[in-house]
């Protein structure tokens, strides 16, 4: 897996960042492989490691506090989809990273504010859940995300915007509101889709209502 590392992609090396924190190669050497990845590099595989490792119970201090600083730093200081990529695998109960969080989530860039109250709002966080509200009734670039994040929280507040979104222009707002319906379990008001004029859309459509169903 070491030299698959040094020439495979971004997909690739997570997947491998995540067998090294597996139970069966985390005592053959994934620990330190994943040590050396914490510490030395950057990029979505150095997340995927350091958010694996926090899940462990068995990683010592010294890295604990390691991962913890790499996901930090790229909270605060990284590009855009380092910061949220971070925001979506920091466990947040460590306090700084959830710390740095509520703090993202009052960020000038609305992506950002938006991760991060998706995430304050897994906590029950009444006053994200009132800011991602706010986000969701606008006509800004993360209203369907601030939607989304309700919908899982299974806030019934946001169900007549989602329900808009089933006649967007844009065919992936379309199947994403039926996922969020389908998260809040009222699959089947996404049933106009079933008469969708794209074809993708309506199999899309019948399969996310299905699936919604048989998890009952």
Not at 4 to 21: F, Y
Not at 37 to 50: F, L, M, N
Not at 180 to 188: D, I, K
Request: with cysteine; net charge negative.
């Amino acid at each position: 897996m070491k030299d698959l590392w040094q020439s495979a992609d971004d997909g690739i090396r997570e997947d491998i960042a995540l067998a090294w924190a597996g139970s069966v190669l985390w005592v053959e050497g994934g620990r330190d492989a994943l040590r050396v990845v914490i510490a030395a590099e950057h990029g979505p595989a150095a997340i995927e490691g350091a958010a694996a490792v926090l899940r462990r119970s068995d990683a010592n201090v010294a890295m604990t506090q390691e991962a913890i600083g790499h996901l930090a730093r790229a909270i605060e200081t990284g590009s855009l989809v380092t910061r949220l990529q971070a925001l979506a695998q920091a466990p947040l109960d460590r306090d700084e990273l959830l710390a740095l969080t509520r703090k993202a989530a009052e960020d000038d860039d609305l992506q950002v504010r938006a991760a991060a109250l998706a995430r304050l709002v897994e906590k029950r966080d009444g006053r994200a859940i009132e800011s991602l509200e706010s986000l969701a009734g606008a006509a800004s670039p993360v209203a369907g995300r601030a939607r989304f994040a309700l919908a899982i929280s299974r806030d019934r507040r946001v169900q007549a915007w989602i329900e808009q979104d089933l006649a967007a222009d844009q065919a992936d707002q379309r199947l994403a509101a039926a996922t969020a319906l389908a998260v809040m379990g009222v699959a089947a008001r996404g049933a106009p889709l079933l008469a969708d004029g794209d074809a993708q859309v309506r199999v899309r459509a019948a399969c996310t209502m299905m699936m919604a169903v048989r998890g009952r």
